[in-house]
């Protein structure tokens, strides 16, 4: 009997640790933070649910930044409120990691580029929207 005890530990050892890998969270700097987000507001793709889950994998799964109880908390949230999912999740896990200051600039590093290259092709829309290829581009 005593060895069918001991036998269950590691086993319930092992389901503990896989239920929750992000439960133990490995620090971060905020600079790191920071340039994951403006690498997903840049090259992210597919939308505001890939965005989420490219969160979820990175930062809960992968470099446990971010605990698993509060990436389900800010994604609750986020979902609840109006306004981009994937922004506001951001958001949320700046404020996690760095309060008020960390979730301002998380906002910033994964807005910007967005902002950026809508300015960039308006700006180029303005200069060549005259032209015939340019208005093709943009039917």
């Known amino acids: 009997m005593a060895d069918h005890a001991a ?3 590691p086993a319930t050892d092992s389901a503990t640790s896989s239920v929750g890998p992000g439960s133990e969270t490995v620090p971060c700097t905020m600079r790191e933070l920071l340039l994951y987000f403006l690498r997903l507001g840049t090259f992210g793709f597919g939308g505001p649910i890939a965005l989420a889950g490219y969160m979820q994998r990175d930062l809960v799964e992968q470099r446990r930044w971010i605990s698993k109880q509060d990436y389900v908390e800010g994604l609750a949230l986020a979902q609840l409120a109006p306004g ?3 922004a506001q999740l951001a958001i949320y896990l700046g404020w996690v990691r760095g309060r008020v200051l960390g979730a301002t600039l998380v906002s910033l590093a994964f807005i910007a580029p967005s902002l950026l290259m ?3 092709i308006s700006a180029l829309y303005v200069a060549y929207g005259g032209l015939a290829w340019m208005q ?3 039917y």
Do not use: H, I
Request: no cysteine; glycine share 8%.
């Open 7 to 9: 036998s269950e530990k």
């Open 84 to 86: 981009p999912l994937a």
């Open 118 to 120: 809508v300015l960039a």
């Open 136 to 138: 093709g581009v943009f």
